[in-house]
């Protein structure tokens, strides 16, 4: 496989998707999860995710990279949530979100409607 490198520039917005392991629906029910997850990782600072949505088995977010790595956040959010949502299930292995995520750097008004 290829390594996909990803290159953002400071102050972009960024529409991201991250799927659950063979999409298995684990958001349902866990979305809180999610959403403190992004919470820690943005500060509480919400204008920096202007826009999400989560479904079942994966969720979409704008995000404005302002002060922040996309990839570090991706990783990060991925990591917390996985945290919370084991020590909710008293789970204590197994992989619960697909390795990659989906990204595409918004470039204008029109891309982002």
Same mark, same amino acid.
């Given at each position: #496989?290829?390594? *996909?490198?990803?290159?953002?520039?400071?102050?972009?917005? %960024?529409?991201?998707?991250?799927?659950? %392991?063979?999409?298995h629906p684990i958001l349902l029910g866990n979305e809180d999860l999610l959403v403190k997850a992004f919470? +820690?990782? *943005?500060?509480?600072? +919400? &204008?920096? !995710?202007?826009?999400? %949505?989560? *479904?079942?088995?994966?969720?979409? =977010?704008?995000?404005?990279? %302002?002060?922040? @790595?996309?990839? =570090?956040? #991706?990783?990060?959010?991925?990591?917390?949530?996985?945290?919370?949502?084991?020590?909710?299930?008293? !789970?204590?292995?197994?992989?619960?979100?697909?390795?990659?995520?989906? @990204?595409?750097?918004?470039?204008? &008004?029109? @891309? !982002?409607?």
């Amino acid at each position: #496989m290829s390594k *996909l490198l990803r290159y953002f520039a400071p102050s972009q917005t %960024v529409f991201v998707t991250s799927v659950t %392991v063979n999409r298995h629906p684990i958001l349902l029910g866990n979305e809180d999860l999610l959403v403190k997850a992004f919470g +820690q990782i *943005l500060g509480g600072a +919400q &204008e920096h !995710l202007p826009a999400w %949505v989560i *479904l079942p088995d994966h969720f979409h =977010a704008i995000i404005l990279s %302002v002060g922040f @790595d996309v990839p =570090a956040v #991706m990783k990060k959010l991925k990591l917390i949530f996985s945290y919370h949502y084991r020590a909710r299930h008293s !789970l204590y292995r197994g992989t619960l979100w697909q390795s990659r995520y989906w @990204d595409h750097v918004v470039r204008n &008004e029109e @891309d !982002l409607n």
